[in-house]
């Protein structure tokens, strides 16, 4: 069979290990695939000093690539919304397939990128979107389509992992981390996207979509990063068997989809609070398989280039497929998918670690425990530090509550005169994990 | 379309769990496959006591499955090598497409099944033969198929990681925990499949296959159970900082591919060192995605019916498809599989842990370090432990040398008066894990 064109948009960091793996292992791809993938077409502002680019097509305007009859797969790996979104809408318009790396565009604009794709009959990958090399997307598409999922549970940003690791590893706080990781090359000048949790947001509405067959609706995703954990927060997780992990989380309940990116203590025995600094993970847990996990390098140029060339590899095979017998982009064919609500914050469940700082004198304690069961609270665990001053900071593990519930609950113990400033609180799941 | 009629033969643990998720799964896989996926036929000795069997038909003949005019797909759940092949090629000559769960009817006969297979122009799925409910298969033949994989290693037997996860977490013998398995279900009445490695060696017959695109050779592959493991030994790795774990190892060397499945120490640290229990993972390290880990149920009925009913989602995917475009059954086109030869045990590099008992007196160290260095064995590090008496253990580890070297190497430290009886020995991976 003749070869596969590709026309590559964007020549960054991933571009650039696109390039170099699809041409270090051509033969050993050609031997999967039954076909020459070949890159035809580099578009890209400038070029790379790791890309020998003397045997491809050159040109500066990415929209040149996708308006090429040659090509016939685009990769887009340029990043970001607009520009992207146009391009891959554009690729689409001409009849090419498109693979991308693009979390943000996916999670933004999926719903009316497949809509548009389906309709021309095109496929759209993106198992790089999420966790890098880890072939998460089709490990819940395809290999675990047999089940209901019941949640995923991941660590799917590798900077704010770095960051949390090193934080507990070496007692170090948060800023200080985060300038080192800036130093390293892992968080970016501006690492907003990054410690704040929207990276991971992006990436969770994915995976929530794909697990549930619901739409994509990454703007009802709770939202909530790393940058406020404090040392003695991660000292007394540690105390208490736990370890905190910035987790995305998508369950599915009776009332609807959780979809929600937040610290997290996890016991430390699990494996999740084991997979330490850049490295991903995602937690999968399926009605028949019970729960399953998927480790590995969620970013980087070739580990990130692994997951880009699968999809070319599987839109290569599926090229001469009947259409309608493609996997579905969001797992679920695009006419069966559900209408289950993503569900407001105040309506998730969690148990919590909370930690407040309160007066040491008798009653105190019997007061805030009081509160907890006027809610219905249930206490796991109560840890009181003396430490010989007159302020002592009390920390506790409730049993899962409705968030709702335990937003009133603080309240009203934040309003005792004997609790001092507002209370610290943390999600913690066991993740059904022995 | 039309539902896709399946036949199943066989209804023991893995049957009964297979109906049973297609049938409570069925409204969810039909939104993800696009069509019903419905059992039509059953053959099998019994009835199973889960199975409500009203609305199949029934035969008592498991042949009256594979030649039935009505089928579309066979799954064999029988197990067993004779009767399971028969039953395979038959439904093969059939133009039955086949979904099986038996590693060892794959890792024995797999190389004449595929090209019955190919030549017929049907598929032949085997996901549930390899780590129960983990999407391994996929993982490797699709999800990093960009990659030259340099290493899978796994722990792809749950009986044998029940036992080791007793003996060390409760200073437990070999023999006694066993017996415990065997009262739990865990192990059979006759253990050797599991506890020597050859049920081990089957699966990682498939995978090596699977990374390396070679043909299968069971009978080339290195196997040693777990069955003469000491506690002593697992005390003495836990204080060098290392755990026992039964390995399945495929590895790609300059001179061929090993494959080997034995106990091997492995960091405390690594991932794979914390897989406990009947639990399976496997780690594959890619040249462009680095090492990844995939972890699971690796049997049990449900589980392993998650890896059979997604491979019947895949075929029935599959159906329309241009045969020559599908994934090949042993990831490469198999006429560009690789000639690379497995290689002898003489001829794996391993790092070693190694006891023995030696005279407590001066000089005998000295002895057998000039021995090493005589071979070029390079010592990563010594233990001796005083006990006392005449006699005491010597612990060392080793770096990596090719095993034909430190057989020489042990033979001339045995003949050494001072040292007494045989010398333990077993294998050390580092695993590239930090």
């Known amino acids: 069979m003749k070869p596969v064109k590709v026309g590559l948009c964007g020549l960054g960091t991933v571009g650039s290990g696109t390039f170099n793996v699809l041409k270090r292992n051509a033969e050993e791809i050609s031997r999967r695939a039954g076909r020459q993938i070949q890159i035809d077409l580099v578009g890209?502002?400038?070029?790379?000093?790791?890309?020998?680019?003397?045997?491809?097509?050159?040109?500066?305007d990415i929209f040149d690539v996708v308006k090429d009859p040659e090509i016939?797969?685009?990769v887009e790996l340029i990043g970001g919304y607009e520009t992207a979104y146009e391009l891959v809408m554009t690729a689409i318009a001409n009849g090419k397939h498109v693979?991308?790396?693009?979390?943000?565009?996916?999670?933004?604009h999926g719903n009316e990128i497949f809509a548009a794709a389906q309709e021309k009959g095109v496929m759209v990958a993106f198992e790089a979107s999420v966790a890098g090399g880890i072939p998460?997307?089709?490990?819940?598409?395809?290999?675990?389509?047999?089940?209901?999922?019941?949640?995923?549970?991941?660590?799917i940003n590798g900077t704010g992992n770095f960051i949390l690791t090193e934080m507990r590893d070496k007692g170090r706080d948060f800023a200080d981390v985060l300038q080192e990781a800036q130093a390293l090359g892992y968080a970016e000048a501006d690492p907003t996207f990054d410690v704040e949790g929207i990276d991971a947001a992006h990436k969770l509405t994915i995976l929530g979509s794909l697990a549930f067959g619901i739409p994509l609706q990454f703007d009802k995703a709770y939202t909530e990063g790393i940058s406020r954990i404090a040392p003695e927060d991660v000292s007394y997780a540690e105390a208490l068997g736990y370890r905190i992990k910035h987790l995305g989380i998508a369950r599915r309940t009776e009332q609807g989809v959780e979809l929600r990116v937040h610290p997290t203590l996890v016991p430390a025995k699990c494996l999740l609070a084991n997979v330490n600094g850049v490295m991903n993970a995602v937690m999968v847990k399926g009605d028949a398989v019970g729960p399953t996990l998927y480790y590995g390098a969620g970013a980087g140029a070739e580990p990130t280039a692994s997951a880009v060339v699968a999809d070319l590899i599987d839109v290569t095979r599926a090229l001469t497929a009947d259409p309608d017998n493609r996997v579905?982009?969001?797992?679920?064919q695009p006419s069966h998918l559900s209408d289950v609500p993503v569900l407001a914050a105040e309506d998730i469940h969690t148990a919590y670690y909370l930690r407040m700082q309160v007066r040491e004198k008798p009653g105190v304690l019997a007061q805030i425990t009081r509160i907890f069961s006027e809610y219905d609270i249930s206490i796991e665990a109560l840890l009181q530090k003396e430490h010989g001053h007159a302020?002592?900071?009390?920390?506790?593990?409730?049993?899962?509550?409705?968030?709702?519930?335990?937003?009133?609950?603080l309240a009203a113990i934040e309003q005792l005169e004997d609790v001092l400033g507002s209370i610290t609180r943390m999600r913690v799941e066991q993740l059904d994990l022995a």
């Open 391 to 409: 302020n002592a900071p009390v920390i506790i593990l409730t049993q899962r509550v409705r968030e709702g519930l335990m937003n009133e609950a």
């Open 136 to 155: 998460i997307i089709k490990a819940i598409r395809e290999g675990l389509s047999a089940n209901a999922i019941e949640w995923v549970a991941g660590i």
């Open 328 to 332: 579905p982009h969001l797992a679920f």
């Open 99 to 108: 693979v991308t790396a693009n979390k943000a565009l996916i999670a933004v």
């Open 72 to 74: 016939d797969i685009v």
């Open 44 to 60: 890209a502002r400038r070029d790379h000093a790791d890309c020998n680019l003397t045997q491809v097509r050159l040109t500066r």
